[in-house]
């Protein structure tokens, strides 16, 4: 499993040299590629230069703590897999890491089987597998298709893959209209209009999808 991050870039962010010249010696073995960043700022200013694949960030460190650094990279990259190392359990601490969408928190000082099983909680992460519409249909998540055992891929744009994603992991369940913007547009604004019309597009496209609209609630998909 961890072959997958041997493809991937990690950014790792700690304010004390000795224990990370340790980490990135590390992070060698297993990813493409290591950046280092020795306080919050840097960490901003390596992500918008490197897009690395993920993250690792002490909590605590100097200009910009490592949940600050994080905070502002979530409000336009909710995805990244990021890692919250802290000297301290604190249960604040944590429940703060947990709203910004962690993969893991790990406790310092950490031994090598406790590092091994956060990069294997990571690699899974990275592990996509394909969902199944029907016996037919295939959504894959790699290149945003629809797959067909009998015809030709079907393009989606990537709002459009957004919400048959969401749709597909909550069939048999109202989605209601706010959560489903929220998952289509992200960070940016979207209206149930917008809504209606990337719907009525994917209908087109899809005719075999049972996608129906549950009034004044939302959608649902059967």
């Known amino acids: ?25 590390l992070l060698n073995m297993f990813f493409k590629e290591v950046f280092y960043a020795k306080n919050g700022k ?26 600050e650094a994080l905070k502002a990279i979530r409000k336009k990259d909710k995805d990244t897999v990021a890692v919250m190392l802290t000297a301290f359990d604190d249960k604040s601490t944590l429940l703060r890491a947990v709203e910004l969408n962690i993969t893991k928190f790990l406790v310092k000082p950490f031994n090598k ?3 091994i099983s956060m990069l294997e909680s990571c ?9 199944k519409i029907d016996e037919i249909y295939t959504l894959s998540l790699e290149n945003m298709h629809i ?16 919400l048959l ?31 209606k019309a990337i ?12 996608l129906e609209n549950s009034f004044g609630l939302g959608y649902i998909l059967k």
Not at 46 to 60: A, F, G, H, N, R
Not at 123 to 131: P, S, W
Not at 147 to 162: A, R, V
Request: proline share 2%; glycine share 2%; net charge negative.
């Open 1 to 25: 499993m961890l072959e997958i991050l041997k493809s991937k870039s990690v950014l790792y962010a700690e304010d004390e040299p000795s224990v990370a010249n340790e980490v990135i010696v």
């Open 147 to 162: 797959q067909s055992k009998q015809n030709s891929d079907i393009k989606l744009t990537k709002k459009e893959f957004l």
């Open 113 to 115: 089987q406790n590092f």
């Open 199 to 210: 719907i009525k597009e994917l209908r087109k496209k899809c005719e075999f999808l049972a």
């Open 42 to 67: 840097e960490v901003l200013e390596i992500y918008e230069e490197k897009t690395p694949d993920m993250l690792l960030l002490d909590v605590s460190m100097p200009i910009l703590d490592g949940l």
């Open 165 to 195: 994603k969401f749709m597909l992991e909550n069939r048999g369940r109202v989605c209601q209209f706010d959560e489903i913007l929220n998952v289509v547009y992200e960070y940016d604004k979207g209206s149930k209009d917008s809504l």
């Open 123 to 131: 690699a899974k992460k990275f592990t996509l597998k394909d969902i």
